[in-house]
């Protein structure tokens, strides 16, 4: 029972939860139950159909050991007055031991670590997680959502991936092409906790898992939230798309200075987040813009406060050619943690409403949205808001029918 | 007949036609016909209902008498080799002479006017150069297009306008409440040519012309053309209510050169133009933005090439505060003159099918979209964009059928 | 004697002591003495010759009686530790009541009014709260700075300021040509108070009181302090000239939400202002740049933090085009008081020295500075750099000398 | 004798003479000639003691054999009007066959290639060249410039180029260490040639070189024009430590899509580029800013019309942050050009006036100004501008008395 006398009902358990979008969004849920923070940068507020937001209680792993309010005053994304007042629920959590594997994730590393060695007892280890978390605090489901730091690709065609049975059969040998992020997605559907994957990596997208998540009858959504930089990307591309005028090149250009920056300094890393940006232009244009490029850099000084600096060249009229710049000076966890919330809210009455498998409807939160059998994603933000209400609508409607 | 032996059937008569976007569009036409200009920046190419740009021609009013080739050469828009191939048909395109008054529009003068005085004898001359256009070129049909620049505001409230007996009598009675704006479009309308503003002046919205135009069984559409600033700010304003960032206060900036910037400089032709800016923000949003601020500077270097920078203070999750900045370095003409051709022929194909009086599925080409009986516009751009696309399915399906 | 043992020497008096300015100037000098600040942003805290910074004492003038800390704590420029730690301190300084005249700066009105009414009374109230000033602080010296906001303009040949005996006799007939800040600067003179004028308005630079601050043996400099878009002006276009890349415009936009952007909602004090802005430009250049244009918009959500945007046409080799764009989010106050804190030193070093009237070695804090005799004023900052660190060198020596 | 009767009397021989930089050079000296061009982006246009513009003709190498007036065309930055002016003139311009080395510059390459193999036998081609050319147009001096892509870096010790007489062994022994610019420049200096180092490559700031350039009493200066932004950083950094305003961080990305552009996309190249625009920011400040960081990115739209964006983070008094932000939409042959032809005109003034080795006066004009015996380079760009002035003065005089 928390302090106002409601029970909470469903637990977010965290892949990262030391981390600074993590700890944003259990800091956020516990400053609304509060009452210090009103309903901006929610989208979905407003939805009856919803649970409320303090209906939800965080867990999670990290590989460091410290408290949430010693990590949120790390992270200086929330100010004085927000940390004194979270603070009494964020020092009460504290992660459980993360797995990590270097070979997946270099520049990010830490102590705090589960001991088992090998899959499949990892694995177990995570199960006994999930079990606790929902039996101690008296859950009605547990979600997990990865907010880990983003691994090193795995290539479309490994074949431990390809099916369920091949995925088992690479568990039981310990494959090398298995890592944390796949260990975790696993570990949380065979719980029957819908999943979501708010990072690049390899995870729930893998056809093994997806096998599962349908075999489970469980809910799961992703890739890689969809904050910054490719969010105005799929709102201003459709403009464009609308008068014809054509994208020459759009150059975009990204510092920021926390962890995730600094995991993106490894090259590896940077090529798997940089694939899920790269479709998202083409997709929208109905052409191959040719000289899209994208930069991430590491930059301290800017800290949690990521910097878009874009600029696009349009073909107009005649030929004739013009220049759109952009320039977002925005926080990467003030832009997050409320789509981590408002995916983990959906994907609770998803589950209410017995859907399993790819929730397409989500995938206005992704950049790298997740579809059924190879079906092209839909990228413009409009069309994906259009179809997430639709969806809630439809299931409002189911849910007060029931 | 015209050089590759198919006859234009529409006439597009401009108020204005020596001005930058008259200009670029009649020239656009011509190279269009010539096959030195691709589909870039023209929203509506692939809709087959619509005729061929080549069905177009174009003739008008101004109040300088130079023919069309000398007037795109001034205006600097055209590059050289567009002015050598579309030079010898804009050679022959000279404006009628206009009537203009310097109590509407202060800052834009010429001696190219209309002799007769009195607004009934200003009538009667536009309805005979609209009659001697469509007979010498073998018209089926002749459409208006306001591109003059803007003029003062009208009170609201002005008698003269409130219904179609009163104007009749105010135009008697030589009223100074009357301006150029107004007679064109009513001239227009009594001659059954479609109408379209695309200055922010009080035309066809008017009460009392648009009985007229119901009256006369004529589509209109207006008003003033929705080509940068306002673009933008109807492509993004929707994906940031989309994720609940709240707008604490936009800034915009427009600085150009040509001759709607010289225009703009009185202050009474600027309180119109913005007057047709400022409620965009509020509507999209759905709450009102009490720090939007929209500044139009006169700026000589950059003539035709306008240059809008907006800054936007945003407020996210937990009120933490983020900015946007846009920087658009565009060409008012080559963003504007695709959009009155495609609102010609779309205004041709609502003639052909029986429309008559404000066309709705037009107003995504309008910063202030002309909407019946007090009904609130929409300014979403994806929406208004649907809504044509709708009209235009909708249109095509009838035309196959008839 | 203040907390640390040394009695302060010398009093900063300043007209306008609740503005933001000169809050953040009285805290900076406070938490330079407690060790809570360092040097950055003072840019002659190496200079030996001049007093240490906590020999000053601030005291002053303004239209609301609250304390300097009520009124730290409205302008926001501090941080919650800053505040914390200079409260104290702050909490003790509560301003003189203040003359204002409607008449000079309509938008800042306040209740905290000097009863005396007349010019002479006002000059005598102002007199007594220096001496009293400098005798319960048991100061050896007073510098009168002006802090207050813009008033408007007066002509340049207002016979009352043509010379010191009009001025006398203008005071006895209490005429209106004759403001606040000239008052201000009078009554400083007459003291025998070294005056600096930050501000725009009229005052130690009219003839008459150049006249009086000579035979007072008084040296003076202004006016209106160089600190955010002035500043890069005068960094950049000495590099432009260095390339001869010419500027063929340069468009400045300054948007800011303080006080001081509230009153330059007033046309009249936005006039003067300007003024002071203008010249800058051709005097480094060495042509006249026709299109240079610069406008100052009020927009609250920026609150102290001032934004400035320029666009800067250059035309360089072969005639060809390119643009330099700049964006300074910055602080008015935090730019601004560690120079009011310089100038103060180095009038103090000044009277020290035996210099009076025009101090032009100051001349690189102001954005329109003043000389003697009509010169040019150098408005390059390297070039006015040099200047003061000559000035400070020559000082320097005398000092060890004497 | 060219066409206006005076005989050219000084040449300058390129290499990398079909790159945008040279031909815009070229076309330049020959519009000024042509009086199609007036002093625009020419800092040294009126001094004196430099010989006139129409003194100095063109020649130089290239991997390719086009003409210059073909080059020019593919390089697209004269506009037709300069191109029919100069072409006459360019088209009589074809390239000597150049060395290249793929081992030093991996992404150009061409087929017009000195067909000599072997160090000494190059070296001889080169110096016959510059005999050839010297003879047949009657010319006192050539001065050799490189403006070839940038190769990749040398190791600082590395020992073939320690002294003379360890290059001499080197070149003989055909060293794998000595690349084409290092070729060109022992060419020039035993040639007795003034040698002018516009890239970054190694070469006359070789130890062994330098001694080569005393030896034969030649000057020499470089290295890598200093055009877009680090000419900005070099104006913009004394501003800001003329405030004491502290540089946390600077971030630096550049776009471009000329051939130096391309061949920037080679890591190796890469890296001796950034190499000369690094310490230019700490030399100024006088302080580390370990937070600064440059990219370079390919982008094709751009052509030879670079863009340069920089963010600042300053923090100011009481550790307050602000941010200035700088865009540049630059040019870069036409900022490039001109510096080579006023480049080439002091270093004949400083023959004339018998001065050898490194020519430090020049220092403003590069990225990395040679300074003797490892002296600092000075890098603001107003006291290089003073240095050079007070040379030019010095040189003027001695040329009178003489």
Redesign the interface.
Known sequence: MNENGHSPQVGIAVVGLGGAVAT?AA??VE?LRLGH???????L?GVEALRDYDAFVFAGWDVSDDDLETAARGHG????E?LAAAGPRLRRLRPWPAIADPEFCRNIDGLHRIEASGHRARIDAIAADLRTFRTEEGLERVIVVNLASVERGIPADEPALADLESFERALDADSPAIGPALIYAYAALREGCPYANFTPSVAADAPALLELSEEMGVPVCGKDGKTGQT??K???A??LR?????V??W?S?N?LGNRDGLALDDADSLASKLGTKGSVLDSILGYHV??H?V?I?Y????GDQK?A?D?I?L??????K??????????DS??A??LVIEIARTLDLAARSGERGIQTQLG?FFKAPMTADGQAPEH????Q?DALHAWLTAASAAAVEA
Chains 1, 2, 3, 4 share one sequence.
């Open positions: 944003t800091a956020g400053l923070a009103d309903h901006a940068g929610l989208p507020a994304v929330l100010d004085a927000q969010l105005l799929t709102v201003i459709p403009g609308a008068r014809s005028l054509e020459e090149g150059f250009n510092i040719e000289d490029v930069t850099n930059y301290r000084p800017r910097e600096w600029t060249d073909v107009g009229f005649l030929g004739q013009m220049q759109l710049k952009l320039n977002f000076l925005c926080r003030i832009l943690a409320p206005g413009a933000l409009h069309r808001e």
